[in-house]
């Protein structure tokens, strides 16, 4: 079994009290963003393009705390000492997304922002479904652990890794059932994602929440997930949700509804993470300045094939 510090993480934080485990994860946050390194260059180069603004020091530690912090929480989700994370959170437009699952599948279009998995949680204890897809990572053991917590939680997980695409499985798994179907799809692992304007520049996101809307026929909501009331202890989590996503047919002309429908969604999440950058957990290229040419080359060569 291949071991990484998450995997022991896994079986040592559910064992501890809440408290010290967030406490532990705030003060190994501060630690890590007087480091710095690469991965909070680039978290801090995101913002600056969500917002326009090149983020303060202090802004950028919060950023390095609120990821960190998710972490923590995901660890202690599932067990009798994180029972308390399913208190503190307030869900905008839940009545709204409850009802449009009521006679089918509702897809949300999310961002690896706050904490969705303790957002997700908190959805499953008020008596709603969850399906979604989760990327894989290594070891398998580790994403084992994530999907186990996770379904111990009421979420039904489809694992994917990069390149691969479970699109037809999520159709066959969601259709004709009253259930909510969250996909983080605010960068594209496929290699045939659309081309947005996300806050200030271009950026390639995923086509799976339009897609599968479009498919199914099915309403399409998007959300965005952030901390408030935080101190070294913990935080509550606040979640917008707002739908259903709609774009203006007649005004399509022929363009791809997909890709309208996709950038409505963003415009949308875009909006509400400008208003709180440091809760983005984004690390990875997403800007179409920041992407490898080749790779770009290849998802709008692929977007192309599609389009014909």
Not at 153 to 181: D, P, Y
Not at 202 to 221: D, N, Q, S, W, Y
């Amino acid at each position: 079994m291949s071991f990484s510090p998450l995997s022991l993480a896994f079986s040592v934080a559910p064992r501890l009290p809440l408290r010290l485990v967030m406490r532990m994860a705030d003060a190994g946050a501060l630690i890590a963003a007087r480091r710095g390194g690469a991965m909070i260059e680039r978290l801090a180069s995101n913002m600056a393009r969500l917002t326009g603004e090149n983020p303060s020091d202090a802004q950028v530690r919060d950023a390095v705390r609120s990821h960190i912090r998710n972490y923590a929480e995901q660890l202690m989700l599932g067990s009798r000492r994180g029972e308390p994370l399913l208190e503190g959170v307030s869900f905008e437009g839940f009545e709204a997304l409850a009802q449009a699952s009521e006679d089918g599948p509702v897809v949300l279009a999310l961002g690896h922002s706050g904490s969705w998995d303790r957002a997700g949680a908190w959805v499953c204890a008020h008596g709603r479904r969850i399906v979604t897809v989760a990327e894989k990572v290594e070891p398998p053991s580790l994403f084992e652990r994530f999907v186990s917590l996770r379904e111990g939680l009421g979420m039904e997980v489809i694992g994917v890794a990069k390149g691969e695409s479970v699109f037809s499985t999520l159709v066959e798994r969601v259709r004709g059932r009253g259930v909510i179907v969250p996909l983080l799809a605010d960068r594209d692992i496929s290699g045939s994602g659309i081309e947005v304007d996300f806050g200030t520049q271009r950026a390639l996101v995923a086509a799976g929440p339009a897609a599968l809307a479009t498919k199914l026929e099915r309403p399409l909501f998007a959300a965005c997930i952030t901390y408030e009331n935080e101190s070294p202890t913990g935080a509550d989590v606040r979640v917008r949700c707002v739908g259903p996503i709609t774009v203006d047919e007649a005004a399509l002309q022929g363009s791809n509804r997909i890709e309208a429908l996709t950038q409505a969604w963003v415009d949308q999440f875009a909006a509400m993470m400008a208003s709180k950058p440091q809760d983005w957990h984004m690390m990875q290229r997403v800007f179409v300045e920041d992407l490898d040419p080749e790779r770009l080359a290849r998802a709008r060569a692929e977007h192309e094939r599609k389009n014909r």
